[in-house]
């Protein structure tokens, strides 16, 4: 059964730091991973998508990469800002149909 | 685009009642997907349509839910009867094949 783990559950960090949010799947035959942002009570907004035979996305701040010989995928925020506060979902592409298995999510607080 | 619309965005029912849900994915998508969050289990995929087709309903939980696609622009999941334990957040998705899935705002089920 395919699973998806991110790891931290939570994360608090002073405004302007550099941090990693990992994520981990069991499923090596990846069709493509992508990362969301969740805000509370609101949709999921889509911010990288990492097809299987690319190794990074990259969007402003945000770096995404994919290991998939080591089943991993880490999302890099730069110079993080109160406003990135939010819950971060990583999600695994099965196939083409795209199907996605989510992880449970990060939820981090960027402190002023 | 106004992107994925769900209607209505909160519902409170009685047990045993009726619901249904409503999405409306961006024109030109093909692909379209209702997930369940819950504080439990996360995000997860109750049933996927292509070209407004059911692909996989093996998410479905109970017999008692269903959704429909009748064309291109419109899409229902009911549940009939509901119970409290369905009470979460509904998403619908839609997408391009092999592309990035823009979620909708949710509708929030409390079913009391």
Redesign the interface.
């Known amino acids: 059964k395919q699973e998806v783990t991110q790891i931290p559950a939570a994360l608090s960090v002073p405004e302007g730091e550099n941090l990693v949010l990992n994520c981990s799947f069991t499923d090596s035959a990846i069709?493509?991973l992508?990362w969301?942002r969740q805000d509370p009570?609101?949709?999921?907004?889509?911010l990288l998508?990492i097809?299987s035979s690319q190794r990074e996305q990259t969007s402003g701040r945000l770096n995404a990469s994919l290991d998939k010989s080591s089943g991993r995928s880490t999302l890099y925020i730069a110079a993080s800002q109160p406003g990135d506060s939010a819950t971060y979902?990583c999600?695994e592409g099965m196939d083409?149909?795209?199907?996605?298995?989510?992880?449970?999510?990060t939820r981090l607080l960027v402190r002023p | 685009d106004a992107g994925?619309i769900q209607s209505p965005r909160h519902e409170v029912t009685e047990m045993g009642q009726e619901v249904t849900l409503r999405c409306k994915p961006i024109s030109g998508h093909n692909?379209l997907?209702w997930y369940r969050q819950t504080m439990m289990r996360?995000?997860?995929?109750l049933i996927?349509f292509?070209n407004n087709v059911p692909?996989?309903d093996s998410g479905m939980p109970e017999d008692r839910f269903s959704a429909k696609m009748p064309n291109a622009s419109f899409s229902t999941l009911k549940i009939q009867p509901s119970e409290p334990r369905d009470s979460a957040v509904y998403?619908c998705?839609s997408?391009l094949?092999?592309?990035?899935?823009?979620?909708?705002?949710?509708t929030?089920l409390t079913v009391v």
């Open positions: 069709y493509n992508q969301f009570g609101k949709g999921l907004t889509s998508l097809q979902l999600a083409s149909s795209y199907k996605l298995i989510f992880g449970s999510g | 994925v692909s997907f996360g995000l997860e995929l996927y292509n692909i996989d998403f998705a997408s094949v092999n592309t990035e899935a823009f979620f909708g705002q949710g929030r």
